[in-house]
C-alpha cells in the first residue's frame, strides 16, 4: 500500500529530479522541470488536503493521518521555498483564469506582490492577449503552449511563457494551468547586437572593396598605360585596402578583449611621459589639420594600468579628438586624482548633441557617418577604449555640448587591488 507521505516525497523526488536536468541541460529546461514536478506536489499537497484526517475505508488511524498533515506541511514549505527561489515567474491559475498560486518572481514580472495575487483575475494582472491565449489553449486543449510575450512598462521586457495543464485533485477533478515565464529580454538584446554587428561589418567592408574592384577593373581596362592615372588608382587601392585591414584588425582586437582574451598587467606607469609618446605618435596627424596638443599631466604622476593598453586608450581618444576638432583648435591630456585616477582628453571641437551620448560608446556607432568614414575612422575606437578600461576595473565616461567640445575621460583603479585582471 503506498501511503500519503509516501506519495508526496514521491513528488519532492520530482522537483530534485528537476534540478538535475537543469544541471545537465540547461537553466531554462530545468526551470520549466523544475516547475512541472512543484505542479505535481502542488496537485499532491490539494489531494492531501482535500481528505478528512480521520479514519477511512482502509483503516488509517489518526496518528497515520497526523503523519500525512505533517508530511504535507513540510512538502508544503519545501514547494514554497523552491517556487520562491526560482528566477522564473511561476503562475498556476484555475479554469476561470484566476491566481492559484504564484511565487516571488510572478509578482515581479507583473509589478504587484506575490502575496496579494491568488485569487485576482488574470486580467487584473496583464491584458496580454498572448498570455491570456496561452493560458486558455492549455486548459481548453491541453499541452504545452510556448509563446513570446512582451511587457511594457518602466522599460520594455520581453518573455518567453510556456504553460501547460494543470489537474488538481480536490474532492472533484479540478483543472488549472501553470505557467512559467522565462525573461529573454537580454537574449533578444543580444541577439539585436549580433546582427546589427554583422549588417555594420558587412557595410563597413562593402564600401573599400567596391573601390578596389572598381579601379581594378579601371586598371585592367588600359588605364595601367597612362602612368601618372595608374598610381593614382593604385593609391586609391592601397587606402582601401589599409582601410579594410584597420577594419579587420580593430574587429579582432575589440574580439579579444571581449572574449576575456586579453590579460591586462597593471603596474606603475610614469603618466606624462605615456601621454608625451601618444600626442609625439599623432603630431603629424594634429599639425596637418591645424590642431595644437597639450599634455598638462605633471610630470611626477603615476597611475596604476597596463601600459600598453594605457597608451592604445590615450592614442584612440587623441586621434579621434584630432578627426572632430576644427583648424585652430586643440586636444588636451589631463590628470585628476581622487579616489580614483581620472585621465581625460578634451578637445575644443563641435561637440556632440546630447541624444547621441547614451550610445557613443556602441560598436560603430557614429554621430556623423559620412564624415567618420570620409576621416578613415572604422567605428570602433570607442568601444574599444570602454572595454579596455573595464577591464582595468575602471570606466570611460564623456562630458559634450554642441560648440563647446568634448571631454573623454577614463577612470582608473589606484591600487591593483582595486579591480585589474583579467579582461
Known amino acids: 500500500m503506498i501511503t500519503r507521505p509516501r506519495v508526496l516525497l514521491a513528488l519532492c523526488g520530482v522537483g ?21 514536478g512543484s505542479a505535481g506536489l502542488l496537485a499532491g499537497l490539494f489531494a492531501a488536503r482535500g481528505t478528512p484526517a480521520s479514519h477511512d475505508a482502509r483503516g488509517t488511524t489518526r496518528r497515520e493521518s497526523a503523519e500525512t498533515d505533517q508530511h504535507a506541511g513540510r512538502a508544503g514549505a519545501l514547494l514554497e521555498a523552491t517556487m520562491n527561489g526560482m528566477r522564473e515567474g511561476v503562475l498556476v491559475l484555475d479554469d476561470s483564469l484566476r491566481v492559484i498560486s504564484a511565487n516571488n518572481a510572478a509578482g515581479v514580472v507583473f509589478g504587484k506582490d506575490s502575496a496579494a495575487l491568488p485569487g485576482q483575475p488574470l486580467s487584473v494582472l496583464t491584458r496580454n492577449p498572448a498570455v491570456h491565449g496561452a493560458y486558455r489553449a492549455a486548459l481548453e486543449l491541453g499541452g504545452e503552449q510556448q509563446v513570446n510575450v512582451e511587457l511594457l512598462g518602466a522599460e520594455r521586457r520581453v518573455l518567453e511563457l510556456r504553460a501547460a495543464p494543470l489537474k488538481l485533485d480536490g474532492g472533484a477533478a479540478r483543472r488549472a494551468a501553470i505557467g512559467v515565464f522565462f525573461d529573454i529580454t537580454q537574449l533578444e538584446r543580444l541577439e539585436r547586437i549580433r546582427q546589427e ?6 557595410h563597413e567592408l562593402r564600401t573599400p572593396l567596391t573601390a578596389i574592384l572598381a579601379f581594378v577593373e579601371t586598371l585592367e581596362s588600359g588605364a595601367l598605360d597612362e602612368r601618372e592615372e595608374a598610381v593614382r588608382f ?13 577594419l579587420i584588425e580593430d574587429i579582432m582586437e575589440l574580439s579579444a578583449i571581449e572574449s576575456g582574451q586579453t590579460n591586462v598587467e597593471a603596474r606603475a606607469v610614469r603618466l606624462h611621459a605615456l601621454a608625451q609618446e601618444s600626442l609625439s605618435a599623432l603630431a603629424a596627424k594634429a599639425a596637418a589639420g591645424g590642431v595644437s596638443l597639450v599634455n598638462e599631466v605633471a610630470p611626477d604622476v ?17 586621434d579621434n579628438a584630432i578627426k572632430f576638432s576644427r583648424p585652430g583648435g586643440s586636444v588636451t591630456i589631463r590628470h585628476e586624482r581622487g579616489e580614483r585616477d581620472l585621465v581625460s582628453v578634451a578637445d575644443t571641437g563641435e561637440g556632440i548633441a546630447p541624444e547621441h551620448l547614451p550610445r557613443i560608446f556602441e560598436r560603430f ?28 576595473g575602471g570606466e570611460v ?4 555640448a554642441p560648440g563647446e567640445g568634448s571631454t573623454f575621460s577614463v577612470e582608473l583603479p589606484c591600487a591593483q587591488s582595486e ?3 583579467a579582461a
Do not use: C
Open 16 to 36: 530534485l529530479l528537476a534540478l538535475m536536468v537543469g544541471a545537465v541541460f540547461g537553466p531554462r529546461v530545468g526551470a520549466w522541470a523544475l516547475a512541472a
Open 197 to 202: 554587428f554583422l549588417t555594420n561589418v558587412s
Open 234 to 246: 593604385l593609391s586609391i587601392i592601397r587606402r582601401n585596402a589599409e582601410r579594410m585591414h584597420t
Open 302 to 318: 603615476s597611475v596604476h594600468a597596463d601600459p600598453r593598453r594605457l597608451e592604445q586608450m590615450l592614442l584612440n581618444l587623441v
Open 365 to 392: 556607432y557614429r554621430v556623423d557617418r559620412a564624415r567618420a568614414r570620409a576621416l578613415g575612422g572604422t567605428g570602433l575606437g570607442l568601444a574599444i577604449v570602454k572595454h579596455l578600461a573595464r577591464a582595468h
Open 397 to 400: 565616461s564623456v562630458r559634450s
Open 419 to 421: 579591480g585589474a585582471g
